[in-house]
């Protein structure tokens, strides 16, 4: 028997995996040192576990274990990078054009975790660029380099984008920046754990990534900074006790970061089988939805995809039905009618999808241990719902009668 609901938002977070959460236990009891205590067996037992996770972390994106910070996630992270960066590398008002501090590229369907620290910059004098992407939703180098200016400072742009699961072009971004000297900062969130990556050769200077995304615990995340070729530096963020080489201050999370390097340890050995395992799954969903049913849109480029996420818009249905329509599958929708906005995805909204298609739009995000069974049972589910929505739907029979509803002229009241 299939259990219900069927979990496929694993874009918003993923389960623990069982065997991390075994390899963080001792760490809660017996091991529970301060990894900064440094006369005792408690704070030295600490200290190996941050040592090894700091291994693990390193080993998964190519980087040496002096370059990690860990810190509470992937918001931290951003914030960390993106305002450590453009503090310490501030051009003084003579060296900027505007008279400002110096110029940001990052793109207008990044996370708000990026969005609102190049905000924060903007008002205190940074001059930011927020690239518009194409309908296929992915940024170019060509896009970069046609927004570069003699005072551009840093690009922050994520590698694979958590709604769409379009992937930008990073290392052709990594090398454009590093021929300009430019800092490259990227949330990798959805990214690494799931692709391969290397930060040496695709000339990444900073990348964050998070531990619930990666089958790890949640509040625990990395930062990977740089440290030669060039050597980054960060202006702190959080100050105190000095942790974390001075970059992230507060005694360390040791439960979550063991746990954090033993969720990176395993995406190491597993992301291949899990991804091919995970695009057949997901070319099957969308083979399937797109026979079944009309007037259906995969949203995003086609091909640059991350192989476990799918974005699909489906005509003539709206978003808050199809949602309660669908209970027994707990994925996202497009549609931000369920909070306090009334407006739609504005990531959909950013690639130039209408309002109707984005609120009628659902992200399904499978995982390491979703079942062809479970994927069998949400599309018979959505097909079923879509279905019966548009029996309800006057506008779905007039486009069956192969009238144009653009071309309607409404009766005014
Ligand atoms: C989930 C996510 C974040 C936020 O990460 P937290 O660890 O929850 O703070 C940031 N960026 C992207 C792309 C994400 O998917």
Redesign the pocket.
């Known amino acids: 028997m299939l259990k219900l609901p069927i979990y496929l938002d694993h874009?918003?977070t993923t389960p623990c995996d069982p065997r991390v959460v075994e390899a963080m236990l001792p760490y809660f009891t017996e091991k529970f040192g301060n990894a900064g205590s440094r006369n005792h067996k408690f704070g030295w037992e600490a200290e190996a576990g941050i040592d090894k996770a700091r291994e693990q972390a390193a080993s998964l994106i190519g980087a040496n274990e002096k370059e990690i910070i860990f810190t509470?996630?992937?918001?931290?992270g951003?914030n960390l990078a993106i305002k450590g960066a453009a503090e310490m590398y501030e051009k003084k008002p003579a060296g900027s054009p505007g008279g400002g501090r110096g110029h940001i590229i990052t793109a207008i369907h990044e996370?708000k975790?990026?969005l609102d620290p190049c905000k924060r910059l903007q008002k205190e004098g940074f001059d930011v660029t927020f690239l518009e992407p194409p309908r296929d939703g992915v940024i170019t180098a060509e896009a970069v380099k046609a927004a570069m200016r003699d005072d551009t400072i840093l690009v922050t742009l994520?590698w694979a984008?958590?709604e769409l699961g379009t992937i930008n072009e990073v290392p052709e971004i990594g090398k454009l920046c590093k021929s300009r000297s430019v800092l490259l900062h990227t949330?990798a969130?959805?990214w690494v754990g799931k692709m391969p990556t290397n930060v040496e050769r695709d000339n990444i200077d900073l990348l964050?990534w998070?531990?619930?995304?990666v089958y790890g615990p949640?509040g625990v995340?990395a930062l990977y900074v740089r440290r030669r070729n060039p050597r980054v530096r960060l202006v702190a963020q959080i100050e105190g006790g000095g942790q974390e080489r001075g970059y992230r201050s507060g005694t360390q999370n040791v439960t979550g970061i063991v746990g954090f390097g033993a969720a990176c340890e395993l995406c190491m050995r597993e992301m291949d089988a899990d991804g091919a395992r995970l695009l057949k799954l997901r070319q099957k969903m969308e083979t399937e939805l797109t026979k079944a049913l009309d007037v259906t849109q995969i949203n995003g480029h086609q091909d640059r995809r991350l192989p476990h996420i799918l974005n699909i818009s489906f005509g003539f249905v709206e978003g808050e039905g199809l949602m309660m329509a669908i209970k027994e599958i707990a994925c996202s929708s497009g549609s931000a009618c369920t909070s306090a906005s009334l407006e739609p995805s504005y990531v959909l909204k950013a690639l130039g999808i209408g309002d109707d298609l984005a609120h009628s739009s659902l992200r399904l995000s499978m995982g390491r241990w979703t079942t062809d069974e479970q994927v069998d049972y949400a599309i018979a589910k959505i097909t079923e719902a879509v279905k019966k929505l548009r029996v309800l739907s006057p506008l779905y029979d007039m486009h069956m009668e192969g009238i144009d509803i653009n071309t309607i002229q409404w009766a005014a009241h």
């Open positions: 874009a918003a509470s996630g992937s918001t931290e951003n996370h975790a990026v994520m984008n958590n949330d969130t959805q964050t998070s531990g619930h995304k949640k995340g």
